[in-house]
């Protein structure tokens, strides 16, 4: 009894000590490392998973039971022999069938070729991806104005239970549509521990240096889980099933809620609303809106890869469910390091408009080689280029937001980080849509064209970031010139 009691002391010895301001900070930085960890994990692991998952529920659905037909060829003459076909008479071949989505497999390779079938998961794999980003792309302008008014803590936690729903679901779900809900669903709680996530850095972090290097840290937890989601989801798919990954990242999120639930007491919620700028104004402040548009077309790039990569490398490179996930290891793996350097570096030197002009112009010419990759070789090294190219804009221009909203209007942050998360929300929403029918009607290489020149048409507008003027002095300017034509 005796020692249960001085246990539980001991327990609350160290949640006060957490609870101190000189470690509140520490604790902030690691629920929010923990949260994009967590999303963004869940975010990459169904990508090898769903088009392998989805294409077995169309088979499954299309294949009728006793009427299969499974053709493979002779090696030593060339000729198709028919394996396990109920209606074809033995030591006959029949002729090849006319259905544009039959079945050809070689003894020597891993190739399935049902084109047909391929191009339809293509678009259900997009409508998928692309559903939780158009959630949470409706759900953050209302996420902005209640962290201003009730405080980050609330809308954190109900982030995190609401991840854990949203997991559970993903395990248990057998359909395209149960699919479509689990990732819809996930948009919401997504929203949630972005804005707020975002919101809570910027305002415990005032010092320039210190928030480009705060979410330089924050943004290793998303590299994390970009890195650790696809190699992760793919291993367990191929070697324990569907539902192990989703059951594991439910487990993770419960406990990284827990742990938020517990060191931020009710006390810190906030009850008086804070007074920022409106959505409207940043909206129309050019600076904001060409640091929103990097981030989304920086986004676009990698949404486009995750969705189209994998198809393409079944089609063409007899890619296996683990190699559809573990190329992404690259780009996650320079993600990381780009966002530990540059976030800091940008900042040091207030440099982080010149890095996103060079880290938007490499990752439009690394897409643009995608369309010429042979192997998976190839898919690794541009993986890696996009991955380090896309930290390096990310890094920059989100502390970069913060610091223009310091400058031109009254910091609220969750405002402008609702604005930057619903950049990103478009890349990821724009991207997984358009994919399967670009790509059906001008195929993979073209698509890749089109994305990376967009980026690099675009990388030259962030050479404005430069020393943007003081609202005050904006305000003198616009006076002047009015005075000027009057």
């Known amino acids: 009894m005796g020692c249960s009691v001085r246990m539980i002391l001991s327990h609350l010895d160290l949640l006060t000590w957490l609870r101190q301001e000189t470690q509140l900070k520490r604790m902030i930085l690691a629920i929010v490392f923990l949260a994009l960890f967590v999303d963004h994990m869940l975010l990459s692991v169904v990508v090898p998973i769903l088009p392998s998952y989805l294409y077995s529920i169309s088979e499954a659905a299309t294949t009728a039971p006793g009427n299969s037909l499974n053709l493979t060829l002779n090696p030593t003459t060339n000729q198709p022999l028919i394996l396990d076909s109920t209606f074809a008479p033995l030591n006959r071949t029949p002729p090849l069938p006319s259905d544009p989505t039959w079945v050809l497999k070689f003894p020597e390779s891993n190739c399935t070729y049902t084109h047909g079938h391929l191009d339809e998961v293509n678009i259900k794999v997009g409508l998928v991806l692309a559903s939780k980003s158009t959630i949470q792309l409706i759900i953050n302008p209302f996420t902005g104005p209640l962290c201003n008014r009730i405080g980050y803590h609330i809308p954190m936690c109900a982030g995190f239970c609401i991840l854990v729903f949203a997991t559970t679901l993903f395990a248990f779900s057998s359909s395209f549509i149960l699919l479509l809900l689990a990732r819809s669903v996930q948009g919401v709680g997504g929203s949630c521990l972005s804005v707020a996530g975002m919101g809570v850095l910027a305002e415990a972090y005032k010092d320039n240096e210190e928030r480009g290097r705060a979410m330089g840290i924050s943004f290793t937890g998303l590299a994390l889980g970009l890195m650790a989601g696809a190699p992760f989801g793919s291993l367990m798919f191929q070697f324990v099933g569907k539902m192990a990954p989703f059951l594991v990242l439910a487990v993770i999120a419960l406990l990284a809620g827990g742990l938020h639930a517990l060191i931020f007491k009710t006390s810190m919620v906030q009850t008086k609303e804070k007074k920022g700028t409106p959505l409207l104004t940043l909206l129309k402040d050019p600076y904001i809106v060409i640091a929103a548009g990097a981030i989304c077309l920086a986004t676009l790039v990698i949404a486009t890869i995750e969705t189209a990569l994998p198809v393409w490398m079944m089609k063409t490179m007899c890619a296996s469910k683990w190699q559809l996930g573990a190329v992404f290891l690259a780009d996650s793996i320079s993600y990381l390091i780009a966002s530990n350097i540059f976030g800091h570096v940008s900042q040091k030197y207030s440099a982080g408009w010149l890095c996103a002009c060079i880290g938007m112009s490499l990752a439009g010419m690394a897409t643009i080689c995608f ?116």
């Open 371 to 486: 369309g010429f990759s042979k192997n998976i070789y190839h898919v690794f090294v541009l993986n890696a280029c996009v991955g380090f190219s896309v930290g390096v804009v990310d890094s920059s221009i989100m502390p970069l937001m913060g610091n223009l909203v310091d400058l031109r209007h009254v910091p609220a942050y969750s405002t402008v980080y609702a604005i930057a998360d619903v950049a990103i929300c478009i890349g990821f929403s724009v991207g997984p849509a358009v994919t399967g029918p670009i790509v059906a009607s001008i195929g993979f290489p073209w698509l890749m064209a089109l994305i990376g020149t967009v980026n690099i048409i675009f990388a030259p507008l962030c050479l404005f970031l430069y020393n943007p003027p003081r609202q005050d002095e904006h305000l003198v300017i616009l006076k002047k010139k009015e005075n000027g034509s009057s």
